[in-house]
């Protein structure tokens, strides 16, 4: 299913038009037309709920595209890190700001990449795997420093190392790390 500008957070719909119907694209810094095919960093609107669901997260779009079900154990032992660790100790709340932000951007890129099963088994084999290893062997340090790396190297993939993070972002804690876009500015 295509998307397409006028569904994206980052396209002001509400703004004052140009050249009849277009409206400005923050990502682009220019106006579009409501209708145009949606680029790599499409964002989701949602603002009923005041920000974009995200619909999954990185490792969820993972395990979909090689067809592991939603209960695998990748992804609740990932689960249970997040809601049982990192939500539980508040140095760790920063990850899932930034994760909250950019998490459902690098998700829609791997979606939309041409070779998405390839990028999924190096994500699986390289971060994901060893990621719940090293929280099955007790070492959440590790774990840690391989989520850090897997991020990094997915927005340096996807071309989202300026992505801009706000830290300030003040929401219950029970919502963090759940892949929902509130105020990433893309640049």
């Not at 890190?81 to 951007?105: A, M, S, T």
Request: glycine share 6%.
């Amino acid at each position: 299913m295509a998307n397409f500008c006028a569904e994206c957070a980052l396209y002001d719909s509400k703004g004052a038009p140009k050249w009849g119907n277009e409206h400005y694209c923050s990502k682009k810094g220019k106006y579009l037309a409501p209708t145009t095919p949606a680029c790599s960093s499409f964002i989701k609107k949602n603002e009923k709920e005041g920000y974009q669901r995200a619909g999954c997260y990185i490792t969820t779009i993972v395990c979909n595209i090689l067809g592991y079900p939603d209960d695998c154990e990748l992804l609740v032992v990932l689960r249970d890190f997040r809601e049982n660790f990192l939500k539980q100790h508040e140095e760790y709340l920063p990850l899932l700001i930034e994760y909250d932000q950019v998490g459902p951007i690098i998700s829609d890129n791997i979606m939309s990449d041409p070779d998405a099963k390839i990028a999924a088994i190096e994500n699986t084999r390289n971060f994901l795997i060893p990621c719940v290893q090293a929280i099955k062997e007790g070492n959440l340090d590790k774990a840690i420093e391989i989520y850090k790396s897997m991020v990094l190297l997915l927005k340096l993939k996807y071309s989202l190392l300026r992505t801009q993070i706000d830290y300030t972002v003040k929401e219950p804690i029970e919502t963090l790390g759940k892949g929902r876009i509130r105020t990433a500015v893309i640049n």
